[in-house]
């Protein structure tokens, strides 16, 4: 009886995994507010996105790596991340580039 439990609890964890699953992010625009392991991004639309960065954050700027200390208000980024959505995201990898033409 408990391998027939064991069995159909493992049938039962496996549908729903894919369920949590984070999706993928990109989010393009200014830095608004930098906190030791959390910025805020104001992109082009005018929403903001909460990015939190850890150690396996990678940083670059001109395809050369960058620290975190660069990631300051006023900075144009390009970040790809995961999350449930714009509120809640986890930075893969943080491009610092040159300021965005503003949306016509």
Request: proline share 4%; charged share 25%.
């Amino acid at each position: 009886m408990s391998e027939l439990f064991a069995f159909i609890f493992a049938i039962a964890l496996g549908l729903t995994a894919p369920a949590a699953a984070h999706e993928e992010f990109r989010v393009v625009g200014e830095i608004t507010q930098s906190k030791s392991a959390l910025i805020e991004v104001k992109m082009r639309d005018g929403k903001t996105a909460a990015v939190h960065i850890d150690g396996q954050t990678k940083i670059t700027r001109d395809k050369a790596g960058a620290d975190a200390e660069e990631l300051k208000a006023g900075q144009f980024v390009v970040i790809d991340a995961y999350g449930d959505d714009f509120t809640d995201l986890l930075a893969l990898e943080i491009r610092l580039v040159p300021p965005i033409a503003p949306a016509k």
